[in-house]
């Protein structure tokens, strides 16, 4: 009888153990308290010269970037136009968290017939076509939880190229769909405003807002 009460007791603490065991597991998968990953800084100095101010982009990557313990910055110029006669500008910027791809911004010079062209082939990989919606700035302006993009005037004689700025949310954060989208908004202004002067355009930006 003993023996039997003995089992019956150690059967009892053993599944409650493992039901212990599995709760911390999946409190620790979750990320909840105490295991709750601790959020790395995002200095103003590190952020990527492409997106123009820094302070104000590194606020705005604070407010869209999902929870990471790190983030790293890889600025990218490809193309750097010297002259009038260069009709070539493209810069990138990785940002990346733990590792993995968290955002991407892009500034190239670019000609289309149509602005409206131009808006399908910047959103069809990132959101629904249906998904975005128009902001006042450049020539033409999209933004959604995902992406916000700009077309900004650059040459004002000849050939009437634009730049195309776009910021691409990869992972996405505990941020509202209205918080991101403002965020991102904020960082193309900004990487727009950088573009524009670096690219030594002659036409207006139009992007303040």
Known sequence: MTALVNRS???LVGGITGVLVLGFGLAYALGAPPFEEEKGEIKDSAVCKTLGSSSGSAGALRKVLPDKSSYSFDDQFMHRRTDDTDRTY?????????GKMLLVATAEMVRYDKADEWVQDVVANASMSSDVTSFQAGDKAVASRRIAAIYVPCRDKGPREHLSVVVELKQRSGAGDAEAREGLVSL????????????KCDAPAKVAG
């Open 9 to 11: 007791l150690l059967s």
């Open 188 to 199: 193309a202004r900004n990487a727009a405003v950088f573009a524009h002067q670096q690219a």
């Open 90 to 98: 493209e810069t990138s910027c990785f940002v990346n968290g733990d």
